[in-house]
């Protein structure tokens, strides 16, 4: 039942501290991107978990928070994780996967669709570039079969 941090959960370690996010969001085809800037503070917990908080402008102009938390379980060789927000009622519940280059951790999700009608499959994806920067990307898979690209962040290191 217990468990010591493993090369795995080292890679968590590249996320701890505090970030700002530059991100442009799409909310649909026809939709203009959104651009903002929000906060990221994370810490590990453990040397098993990393949990972030983030704080930034919702598309209402209101502040919105979210808590999202990564791990890596040995015996399923993924990277289980969650992410709420203030702003939905939905609770992403992630399976993830690290590249052969351990550059780009991938975590999958369900959740509803934009239009409320149904699920769809969402990534989420961590792209290290160096102790400082680390990109946030999400897509959906459209009924196609297709995914498309909704959110492009970059993440610096606060100075």
Known sequence: MFSQPQEEHKI????????VMEQECKMGPDQPPMKSESTISTR???GLWIVSEMVGPGPDGTEHRSIMSVGYDPKLG???GTFIASMMSHMWVYSGTLSADKKRLVLAATGPKWDGEGNAEYEDII????????NFLSQIK???GKWTQFMTSKVRRKK
Do not use: R
Not at 12 to 19: C, H, K, R, Y
Not at 127 to 134: R, T
């Open 78 to 80: 993924k990277y289980p």
């Open 44 to 46: 590990s917990l453990g």
């Open 127 to 134: 792209e290290f570039v160096d102790k400082d920067n680390w």
């Open 142 to 144: 459209g009924d196609d």
């Open 12 to 19: 968590l370690d590249q996320l701890v501290g505090e970030w």
